[in-house]
């Protein structure tokens, strides 16, 4: 059976890590000349000796990603159902040992953030948890979408790893789309930062896309988070993983994301900084490397930068979120796991995006379509 | 005089028991606004206007895209994209029929998000199914000549092979199959995707297409509005070149020596 393990174990993080910076501008020049990015080029386009051409990455970006998704944003919600994790990650709020009040929505309290956030006008959601599989597990999810079903479109999750069985009744229930992000490649690393709970196991985290593409999901979103280790090398593997999910799970569409570390009730700040030049010159390479991919942008970053990257390459956003449980309607002071840096309103966010002579599209699927399987 | 009455003639193109005045057909995604979209349609002289049944909210009455097509009084084609199954496609066009009207359906079933490629089995089942249920059939399909007369026989009433991948803008790149399935069809071929500009809608015309789905060159560009007059001039110029029939290319210059001069000695 394939799985992406054998593709990844092709790789070495430390060669890796020195191909990409021994590279030089006369390479970049060669790369900005082809038409067709491969994944060797990608490195090229993520290397330091890129980042004097970022204009013109910009420009090829914004071209491809108005080709391929126009002149539109997606806008998505997250809405936390709980904070309960039996995880210790050391860069999150959530994570075990941070001695704080755990809350887990209730069904009544769940329709009281959808009531909520569907006044803000949202038809997508996206559901998070922690990892409490006891009393946060597949049953809580299932029961969860089926309550919401009827008042989204489009419904995705990002909560702990699960088995391929348990993905098909999720889907069966009209679950979308599912995000899981490797947070590092580096094996090390990922030890150092995951030292206790299930995700401390690697193996299984890096083969979830794999039992996801098993299970027939609509969509899936990889990405790593960055500030824990290099993130060029880490945007390498993901780029990898990306690559080889699209030949094996051919019927699956993906989305990338680029958390930054956020300062949060831990205590762990970024190893490895991340410039918004940085940030920029990825999600250029990314639209580069592939025109159809979906590059999603959450309100971790700042006002100003989100701005300015809608017109890069950037496909869907969010705005006004809340990071924590109930933190909508029912329980607005309740534990956030990270605290966000854009807080203007839907509205504003909207007009923003108008301005640039975007439209902002709610709704892009329809929960018949998951039904009717 | 004669020459003039001829180019005169009622050009009209029908489909099922519609007949179309435009040979545009064009679309509703990628616009930077509804607004925007709306005048670039009205702009084009379309007929038929497909929309995604995804990005409509079917139960509110003031669906923002709907409304603005509504305003105008255009024909609305419903779409199946984002389906994967024909047993997908069905329900999606039941659906469409019920919330909005039409029996007329544009059967898109792409499993492959990425390149949007058409699955021809799955199309070819869903076909037959909806006919069945007494829809009017558009299927988008590859450039197939055979998949063309398979769908003809289950009473699909066009066929929409595609010039190029969708979105690509690259234009007519099936030229050979299209030229066989133009002149193998009894039903309206429309060249669906893959034109980047309009002359390449004059060029399909040309060849002898029926009509034409333009939508991403049109969204896309600088501006909509007079890209979608550009769009209706080239396929009425294309549509009549065809009509006046084009001269034959001549491949090789006539030799000022000829070779078999001395059998005429």
């Known amino acids: 059976m394939r799985n992406f393990k054998n593709t990844f174990d092709l790789y070495d993080w430390d060669t890796l890590e020195q191909d990409i910076y021994n590279i030089s501008s006369n390479d970049v020049q060669r790369v900005l000349g082809k038409e067709k990015i491969t994944l060797k080029d990608f490195k090229v386009l993520i290397s330091p000796a890129a980042k004097p051409f970022i204009e013109q990455m910009a420009q090829r970006s914004q071209a491809l990603t108005k080709k391929r998704f126009g002149n539109t944003i997606q806008m998505y919600l997250p809405m936390y159902l709980s904070n309960e994790c039996q995880n210790i990650c050391t860069y999150c709020g959530f994570s075990m040992t941070n001695k704080i009040r755990r809350k887990t929505l209730s069904d009544k309290e769940i329709l009281e953030e959808v009531a909520h956030i569907k006044r803000l006008g949202y038809d997508h959601i996206l559901l998070v948890t922690g990892e409490a599989n006891s009393t946060v597990g597949v049953s809580y999810l299932k029961n969860a979408i089926g309550l919401i079903r009827e008042h989204f479109s489009n419904i995705s999750i990002e909560v702990q790893p699960l088995d391929q069985e348990d993905y098909e009744t999720l889907i069966e229930e009209g679950l979308y789309a599912v995000l899981v992000y490797q947070e590092t490649y580096h094996k090390a690393t990922y030890k150092i930062h995951h030292p206790k709970g299930k995700k401390s196991n690697f193996d299984y985290r890096m083969d979830t896309p794999d039992r996801l593409g098993k299970a027939g999901v609509h969509k899936i979103g990889i990405g790593a988070l960055f500030g824990l280790e290099d993130w060029r090398v880490d945007s390498f593997y993901t780029a990898l993983h990306l690559k080889y999910l699209q030949k094996t799970y051919w019927k699956t569409k993906y989305s990338i994301s680029f958390p930054r570390l956020r300062p949060h009730e831990?205590?762990?700040?970024?190893?490895?900084?991340?410039t918004d030049a940085d940030l920029v010159q990825l999600i250029c390479a990314y639209r580069m490397l592939d025109e159809d991919v979906e590059l999603s942008m959450s309100t971790r970053e700042s006002a100003k930068f989100r701005n300015n990257i809608i017109k890069l390459g950037i496909t869907s956003i969010s705005a006004e979120s809340k990071t924590n449980p109930g933190g909508y309607a029912v329980a607005p002071e309740s534990l956030e796991q990270f605290e966000i840096s854009d807080e203007r309103s839907t509205e504003e966010i909207k007009q923003m995006i108008q301005s640039q002579g975007y439209e902002v599209v709610w709704k892009d699927w329809d929960e018949t379509f998951s039904k009717s399987v | 005089m004669e020459y003039k009455s001829k180019f005169n003639m009622i050009d009209v193109l029908k489909i099922a028991d519609k007949t179309f005045n435009s040979r545009l057909f064009t679309g509703t995604g990628k616009f930077s606004s509804s607004q925007v979209m709306q005048e670039a349609i009205v702009a084009s002289e379309s007929?038929?206007?497909?929309?995604?049944?995804k990005r409509v909210e079917l139960e509110n009455e003031s669906d923002d895209i709907m409304m603005h097509l509504k305003a105008k009084h255009l024909n609305v084609l419903p779409n199946t994209s984002g389906v994967r199954t024909a047993k997908e496609a069905v329900f999606a066009a039941q659906l469409a029929r019920e919330a909005l009207g039409t029996h007329w359906i544009k059967l898109e079933i792409h499993p492959d998000p990425k390149y949007l490629l058409p699955d021809p089995i799955?199309?070819?089942?869903?076909?037959?199914?909806?006919?069945?249920?007494?829809?009017?059939?558009?299927?988008?399909?590859?450039?197939?000549?055979?998949?063309?007369?398979?769908?003809?026989?289950?009473?699909?009433?066009?066929?929409?092979?595609?010039?190029?991948?969708?979105?690509?803008?690259?234009?007519?790149?099936?030229?050979?199959?299209?030229?066989?399935i133009i002149e193998q069809s009894n039903v309206p071929v429309i060249v669906d995707a893959g034109i980047g500009a309009p002359s390449h809608a004059a060029y399909a015309m040309e060849l002898g297409a029926d009509a034409v789905l333009v939508n991403t060159a049109i969204a896309v560009s600088q501006n909509p509005i007079q890209m979608a007059k550009a769009f209706k001039l080239a396929v009425q110029a294309g549509r009549m070149a065809y009509k006046a029939k084009l001269a034959s290319k001549k491949q090789y210059a006539e030799a000022s020596s000829p070779l078999t001069s001395f059998l005429n000695a």
């Open chain 2, 122 to 180: 799955e199309t070819l089942k869903a076909a037959e199914a909806l006919v069945k249920l007494g829809f009017v059939v558009m299927p988008y399909i590859h450039a197939d000549p055979v998949l063309c007369k398979r769908l003809e026989d289950v009473g699909a009433q066009c066929v929409m092979p595609l010039g190029a991948p969708i979105g690509s803008n690259k234009g007519i790149m099936t030229r050979d199959f299209l030229e066989i």
């Open chain 1, 266 to 274: 831990g205590n762990v700040q970024p190893k490895v900084e991340m």
């Open chain 2, 47 to 53: 007929e038929l206007v497909t929309v995604a049944l």
